[in-house]
């Protein structure tokens, strides 16, 4: 299974700050038909995750211009260029690679 | 616009069958588009993928290793729902369990069964 492992586990951020969380897979995630399958969700409290970021980079529908994702291979940066009160949550990093699917253990973070 | 909305037991005792399902609209589970993720989440284990059916052609139907020998998915084109089965349970199959929409991305996911295994 490809390992995700995602840093800092915690963060607490001023808003208006930016924040930066990084996930690491054990293996690459580029796949032969040139698309890297990493994933962003956001679960905010009390709900079911929600997409955040497509293969690496791509802002799902509706998602603010103020989250960028970025990377390659097996390194890989969610960034949140101002943060927000209403960003509170918990950001979980994924890969499609190959079965089964995993998850990084979540990073969740809060509003100083 | 997809929704999912999954209905089951919250209380499962342990060694029997938890079953739930996720009942989907705006699409069509047999669609050569779409596909039904099942995944858990618990503290000791965090987000879970447990297997997935999705119809190209025919039916391909998954399941994670770990769950392997317990699960069974279950698509319904009749009732456009696709069901989890997982079979003689314990206390750490307590979880919060999702379906999910979609083969490489997920989105959306359902509002999340909280299952209990407890006698």
């Known amino acids: 299974d490809i390992l995700m492992t995602q840093t800092p586990l915690s963060m607490s951020v001023t808003p208006g700050q930016p924040a930066s969380i990084s996930c690491k897979s054990s293996q690459s995630l580029l796949q032969s038909d040139g698309k890297t399958h990493l994933y962003w969700y956001v679960q905010k409290p009390g709900q079911s995750p929600q997409l955040l970021i497509s293969?690496?980079?791509n802002r799902f529908s509706g998602v603010p211009d103020r989250f960028s994702g970025s990377g390659s291979g097996t390194d890989f940066t969610l960034e949140i260029s101002r943060v927000e009160a209403e960003d509170v949550g918990i950001y979980y990093c994924m890969h499609t690679m190959q079965l089964p699917y995993t998850f990084g253990q979540g990073t969740k973070l809060d509003i100083k | 616009q997809v929704q999912l909305q999954q209905s089951g037991p919250g209380l499962v005792k342990p060694s029997q069958t938890l079953s739930l399902t996720c009942t989907i609209s705006?699409?069509?589970?047999?669609?050569?588009?779409?596909?039904c993720n099942w995944i858990r989440q618990s503290p000791s284990r965090g987000l879970e993928w447990l297997g997935r059916a999705f119809y190209r052609s025919q039916w391909h139907i998954h399941y994670a290793e770990s769950v392997k020998s317990r699960i069974t998915i279950n698509p319904d084109t009749s009732k456009n729902q696709v069901s989890l089965q997982l079979n003689s349970v314990i206390p750490e199959d307590t979880a919060v369990y999702y379906c999910?929409?979609?083969?490489?991305?997920?989105?959306?996911w359902g509002q999340g069964t909280l299952v209990t295994v407890s006698s």
């Open positions: 999910a929409w979609g083969i490489n991305w997920f989105d959306p």
């Open positions: 705006g699409d069509t589970i047999s669609s050569n588009s779409g596909g």
């Open positions: 293969e690496v980079s």
